[in-house]
């Protein structure tokens, strides 16, 4: 069962554009949502991460919008650059649920110059 | 400073073998996570280590898996009599306490014939 579900897939941008990928979650015990960032033949790296008890969380172009309510978070990339193209995980965890972090199945970004 | 090692990058070997992964974190790390990446999949979570003790192995698949880290630093995770459906990019990831910030490797690729 997944628990957490990432979409879409894959993603294509226009350079200055924004990318926006979606997260959605069941389990209530999830109180730290990050967001990561995997480059081919690279482990994944630390991009963002938000707790609950704030909607929004922003980092220079990176943006995390979260809705407790819908149990959804988002990513948003705003100005979006070439580099940027890599695939895109978000997850979840808490202590109550052992102490890992359960990804999404990560959305892969193309950002055309 | 330096961050989370593994070696080695790359192992190719034949069905029924018996293989070891080693991951070096970053110092000072007491937690240290093993996870499985297949090829168009988030990270899939196998053990965790708080310290010397496996304080999680709900992840392991079968009792082909085993994982050490003896003196809270260096970690190994063995494979008894690989299968091809082993076959994944192994990543491990330290963080300085359970739940925190988890860095991670650049994963070793397994490929079993």
């Known amino acids: 069962q997944q628990q957490v579900k990432q979409s879409p897939q894959s993603l294509i941008v226009q350079k200055g554009g924004i990318s926006i990928i979606n997260c959605a979650y069941e389990?209530?015990?999830?109180?730290?949502f990050p967001w990561y960032q995997q480059f081919p033949g690279k482990g994944p790296a630390l991009l963002i991460a938000i707790r609950p008890d704030v909607s929004e969380k922003k980092e220079g172009r990176f943006t995390i919008s979260f809705n407790k309510s819908a149990k959804q978070f988002s990513l948003h990339i705003m100005d979006s650059q070439p580099g940027d193209s890599a695939t895109y995980f978000c997850?979840?965890?808490?202590?109550?649920?052992?102490?890992?972090?359960?990804f999404g199945t990560g959305t892969s970004l193309t950002v055309i110059p | 400073g330096a961050g989370v090692s593994q070696t080695p990058s790359n192992k190719v070997t034949e069905k029924g073998k018996y293989v070891e992964l080693r991951c070096d974190p970053i110092?000072?790390?007491?937690?240290l996570y093993w996870y499985r990446q297949s090829l168009g999949q988030g990270p899939e979570f196998l053990i965790y280590?708080?310290?010397?003790?496996?304080?999680?192995d709900s992840g392991l698949p079968n009792d082909r898996f085993f994982a050490v880290r003896p003196e809270g630093s260096v970690s190994t995770l063995k494979i008894q009599r690989t299968e091809r459906g082993d076959s994944a990019v192994y990543l491990c990831?330290?963080?300085?306490?359970?739940?925190?910030?988890?860095?991670f490797g650049p994963g070793t690729r397994l490929t079993v014939l």
């Open positions: 389990n209530t015990a999830f109180d730290y």
């Open positions: 990831a330290s963080s300085f306490s359970a739940l925190d910030t988890q860095y």
């Open positions: 110092s000072g790390h007491t937690a």
């Open positions: 997850a979840a965890g808490s202590k109550n649920t052992g102490n890992q972090f359960y």
């Open positions: 280590f708080q310290g010397t003790g496996a304080a999680d």
